[in-house]
């Protein structure tokens, strides 16, 4: 869903912007003659002032990029029937324990619950999609020049038995049955407790996995919601904790079972990225609207 969107998104805009750009701009020489030859012309006051009035009040291409606009808000509104809501937010928006919260046109989006005398907020966005795609687009063709020597380089040196041949059919299977991608969306995870501080929890969620990085704790659960550069900027001087790599392995374990008992499991791992795509169709829906009846107005 993720990948068709944005490869139907990004296509046609290289093609557009190139044919545009040859069409549209004219060559030195050209402007040169016609600066040449243009005769000299005088205008009044009034015919000035209502020139520039005209200008002011629109520009030659609002009327064309108020309809690219709108075609393209077509084109989604057509894509997001299709696809509908997915199954997996369903499923969590019925029966899952956290209260969702989602502002419209803002990145985050907020899940909440009681869990005994513990306040447990996660929070999560949508620029996980948006920084993803911005890394897949670019690729340093020094880089790239360097890959696909190498590449070559160990298709001629290595002979693959006939047993590690795999076809495209079967590879598509083995990432998907509609040949989605999966990419990792960070958790925010906070558990705060009256009189007790706060755990602070940093977690990567991806292919249905929750990933813990990081378990910091705070004696005062202010520091856990920081926001101010202040308040960051103090609580990067504090001692919160090591890295959760670095811990033994059984506390590892046990650490795992505490969050998943709160809710913080398989079922949220797999909602997360499919809610975060779905949200994110959404605000580009509404970044189209508004920005086409800005130009349009």
Do not use: C
């Amino acid at each position: 869903m993720l990948s068709i969107r944005s490869f139907a998104r990004s296509a046609p805009r290289a093609v557009s912007r190139l044919a545009s750009s040859s069409i549209r701009r004219p060559t030195a020489g050209a402007s040169l003659i016609q600066a040449a030859w243009k005769p000299a012309q005088t205008q009044s006051a009034a015919a000035f002032s209502s020139s520039a009035l005209r200008w002011a009040k629109a520009g030659e291409g609002d009327e064309e990029l108020a309809l690219k606009l709108e075609s393209e808000l077509e084109m989604e509104n057509e894509m997001r029937d299709q696809e509908g809501v997915p199954m997996s937010v369903k499923d969590y928006h019925d029966n899952g324990p956290f209260e969702i919260i989602d502002t419209p046109g803002q990145e985050e989006v907020v899940l909440t619950r009681q869990f005994g005398d513990e306040k447990i907020q996660i929070t999560f966005s949508i620029a996980d999609i948006n920084n993803l795609d911005n890394e897949a687009d670019y690729q340093d063709p020094a880089m790239a020049d360097e890959e696909d020597a190498i590449n070559q380089g160990n298709q001629q040196d290595f002979k693959a038995a006939p047993e590690d041949s795999v076809s495209p059919a079967d590879r598509e299977g083995a990432e998907g049955e509609e040949g989605e991608r999966s990419y990792p969306a960070r958790l925010n995870i906070i558990i705060e407790k009256p009189g007790k501080g706060a755990l602070n929890v940093e977690s990567i969620v991806q292919d249905g996995m929750h990933i813990i990085e990081n378990v910091y704790y705070f004696n005062d659960a202010s520091f856990a919601y920081a926001k101010t550069p202040e308040k960051i900027h103090a609580r990067q001087d504090m001692y919160s904790g090591p890295p959760f790599a670095n811990l033994d392995e059984d506390l590892q374990v046990l650490m795992e079972r505490y969050l998943d008992e709160r809710g913080i499991n398989t079922a949220l791992a797999i909602f997360v990225p499919d809610y975060i795509d779905m949200k994110e169709q959404k605000e580009y829906l509404r970044w189209l609207s508004n920005v086409k009846d800005f130009v349009a107005a």
